[in-house]
């Protein structure tokens, strides 16, 4: 009788315990669900839908540029910025003149959570009926969620981007990866002129830059393999940019005068993705395009001359550099050119030396060197949205040398102005892209498509 009564008492108390545990389990679960995940389903993990269970589980896409379905919206990257609010700033380009109401989808650990997107349009975008747009993606609470979705009303999607710059945000680097990094937006038009793209890098590497990034659209099949020598030498990025399929970009910068959807392949778009994929990767980031180097006139390179000009404006995140054209229709006839560049097409920066004398009267453009963690947007001559101040580098300290054709298609060559701000560089530099096409040995190379490997 003993042992009967001995076993009820066992029995109870395991009920007893099973029970607790259970009434437990259920005020965990609540607490987690409504403390922790606000906003979030109420359902029991084992009976979440399998719809929920999978929908941040399909593989993030790695392409550079997404269309949004039923929209006129395409997305290029998304990141983490908790600068001034905690949000998720999706860098793309969409359609000035009527916005959809588009969504994101937060992906926390097997639930999800949406909220409406905040568009904003850059404001330079050159009259384009498209432009370049941040979609503003608001977190609710300190989570953060490591991949998102954006779809329109009523069109859930299943490409899953990955948020970018979590780790860096939450503890940035102590020392950067690079001092100096370079934007370069795009290559486009099956670009031939290998003399001064070789020119332009080497020049790069001498004042100091450690790595370029190129959006890259189209090139000549040359040039494609000098392109892949570059990446080989770890000094060259290249994020494929295949913006002609999906927009009528144009190839010019006046609307309606040059016809298209998009200004000039969007380059603001590429920019400011470019800004914010490399933000905690290097100390500054440089804005131009191939045929332009940003040269000083009292230092020995980038780092001598930002460290001078950081150092008497402490308060400045962003440098602005003149623009100066040097017209390639100007030749200097006792520079020749070194016979191991004379089968090599393209440009000889070396033997134009005059430039054009700027207009007081016009707007003349600029490009930038730049602090990107203070940088919030930027257009390509001048940022849009930054903390800090701007300095606007005077000419005898600095200025950006453009070689290209004539801006003013009336001068004549009594009317430039001699400018040998390059003269300390030329004896390197040619030492340097004669070390460059003895190494391809250009002539010889077959003309071989899709060789180059690229970053994503």
């Not at 965990?28 to 669900?33: A, G, S, W």
């Not at 933000?279 to 930002?306: F, G, T």
């Not at 229709?329 to 393209?346: A, C, H, L, R």
Request: hydrophobic share 35%; glycine share 4%.
């Amino acid at each position: 009788m003993k042992t009967c009564a001995s076993v009820k008492n066992v029995c109870k108390l395991f009920s007893l315990i099973f029970s607790m545990i259970t009434f437990l389990y259920v005020v965990y679960i609540v607490v987690v669900e409504k403390t922790y995940l606000p906003g979030g389903p109420f359902m029991l993990p084992l009976l979440r839908s399998k719809e929920l269970k999978t929908l941040c589980s399909s593989n993030w896409t790695g392409e550079t540029i997404v269309h949004l379905k039923n929209s006129r919206t395409y997305v290029i990257g998304a990141y983490l910025d908790l600068r001034s609010r905690s949000l998720i700033r999706v860098i793309g380009i969409t359609y000035r003149y009527e916005q959809e109401p588009l969504f994101c989808d937060f992906c926390f650990h097997g639930t999800n959570e949406t909220v409406p997107a905040e568009i904003e349009i850059h404001s330079d975008h050159f009259q384009f009926p498209y432009g370049t747009t941040d979609l503003l993606c608001n977190l609710k609470d300190s989570r953060i969620p490591q991949y998102i979705y954006l779809h329109a009303a009523n069109y859930p999607s299943n490409i899953v981007f990955k948020v970018h710059n979590i780790e860096q945000m939450h503890n940035p680097p102590s020392r950067f990866e690079y001092d100096f990094l370079l934007c370069i937006s795009a290559l486009f038009g099956s670009y031939n002129n290998v003399l001064q793209f070789i020119q332009s890098m080497e020049m790069y590497r001498m004042l100091g830059v450690q790595k370029v990034i190129l959006y890259h659209t189209d090139s000549s099949s040359i040039l494609k393999q000098l392109l892949t020598y570059y990446i080989k030498q770890n000094f060259l990025e290249l994020i494929p940019w295949p913006i002609t399929t999906y927009i009528n970009v144009s190839s010019g910068w006046h609307y309606p005068e040059h016809p298209g959807d998009l200004h000039y392949y969007g380059q603001t778009a590429a920019l400011n993705d470019c800004i914010y994929r490399n933000m905690y990767r290097s100390k500054y980031i440089a804005l131009n395009d191939i045929d332009e180097l940003i040269l000083p006139a009292r230092h020995k390179n980038w780092n001598e001359l930002v460290d001078y000009l950081q150092h008497s404006n402490p308060d400045a995140s962003v440098f602005i550099f003149e623009n100066h054209v040097f017209p390639v229709t100007f030749v200097n006839q006792s520079k020749p050119d070194p016979e191991e560049w004379k089968s090599v097409p393209g440009v000889n920066i070396i033997r134009h030396d005059h430039r054009e004398p700027n207009d007081p009267s016009e707007v003349n453009p600029t490009k930038l060197i730049l602090n990107p963690r203070d940088v919030v947007r930027t257009s390509v001559h001048t940022p849009l949205d930054f903390s800090g101040q701007e300095y606007r580098v005077p000419r005898k300290i600095a200025q950006l040398c453009h070689y290209r054709q004539p801006k003013k298609k009336e001068i004549t060559d009594d009317m430039l102005i001699e400018d040998y701000i390059l003269s300390p560089f030329e004896n390197a530099l040619v030492e340097r892209v004669n070390s460059v096409v003895g190494q391809l040995e250009l002539l010889k190379l077959e003309q071989t498509e899709n060789l180059l490997p690229v970053a994503v």
